[in-house]
């Protein structure tokens, strides 16, 4: 770990400073910073004005940290029932930034953000790259996708704010990442884990020895991966690979981030206050309880959030970070709590297969989702049962089948499945909850 220190040559950067404060002086940032973010939520945004009432709390109630427990939740479906502009707390004219990403069905989910927001998702993904002892001069490629994703676009503004060299390559086309990274003697790479293990695979390939070139960090997130992946990439690529966490709702990544020590995520908890509540009873969990994480945004000012149920599995860490941080630790992102499912990045819920596959005469609600992993990329398959009267001898008329499944599909979830037509009744029938997604990726 020294060596690594003294390689990067890393200074200790002052954006950063916060992540060391006695917890009593980060507590009274939260808890001024929560009353304000309340009372602005309850004056703005119709929505909470109404939960709260409903569960007859005031602002003026939120008097400590634990009050917190008096404020209603939010969930993803919050954001489709108010799509696309309902949970704004901002005027238009204030919003400089849309992202959006996967609702539970067709319609996509849509965050904002104001020029302040957009200040302090910087300030987050600072303080996440000098986690991982990222520096200016470091030269940082980004693969990870550029458009509405907020993973291209929130690094990318990080990595500029602190100072180091971003290369926008966004992702895909690998054979082209691999000869930049070479080219340009690039020093991190930021991606899905997933797909630096393809490109690991792909240069080894092209006879491209990566443990010998300048590359030493890697940050990896937006989707689970497990240590035993971790110990793969840094042993076949020679580097340090960390962990970046987030999600759109409460900013992009940048919520959390490993440091050096890479055991735990420290979330940036002066602006995301993070709870852990158990996902039946919806009580918090004593510390060191695996339950579902759960955020309120403490400064965000075009679309706060409070108490949003993010769906993901930790717990929090009890012991002090031997790094020096005192913001919280949570353990590595392991699952979810609902049928989620993220491939090549891209989160996907199997309702929004099934809005795709009914709008296509001829389906039937029967569908089963099969994901592998080969060479590192996800694959999936969707294989759904057709009625009778489609399922023809005819092969030219199951392709034109096929093609309309594998379209209807791309349109919502912007991914190509492979699509497999099967017979009537052959996809097994289950008693109780159906299982529509088999997931065979070791990861
Ligand atoms: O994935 C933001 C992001 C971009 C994070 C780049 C890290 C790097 P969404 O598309 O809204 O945002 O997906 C959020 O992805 O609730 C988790 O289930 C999952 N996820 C994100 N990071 C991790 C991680 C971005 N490090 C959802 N480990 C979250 C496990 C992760 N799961």
Redesign the pocket.
Known sequence: MSSFWHDAGSKFNPISSIDYLPRNFLEDIQLHRLQNMVKRVYDNVPFYRQRMDENKVKPEHIQSLKDIKYLPFTVKTDLRDTYPFGLFASPMNEVVRLHA??GTTGKPIVVAYTKEDIDVWCNVMVRSLSACNVDRGDIVQNA?GYGL???GL??HYGVETLGATVIPISGGNTDRQIMILKDFNVTVICCTPSYFVHIIERANELGIDLKSSPLRVGI??????SEAMRQYIEREANIKAF???????II??GVGNECICQNG?HIFEDHFYPEIIDPETLEPLPDGEEGELVFTTLSKKAMPMIRYR???ITSFYNEPCPCGRTIRKIR??SR?SDD?F?IR?V?VFPSQIETALLTVEGSTPHYQIKLTREHGLDQMEIQIEVTKEMFSDRISEMEKLQNKFVQSIERIINIRANVRLVEPHSIPRSEGKAKRVVDLRKI
């Open positions: 990403s996967s990870y994703f907020t993973g929130g690094l990896f997130g937006a989707e689970p991966w962990d970046i966490y987030g999600l759109s709702e992009g990544p995520l993010t769906r993901d590595k992102i979810r989620m993220i990045g989160n």
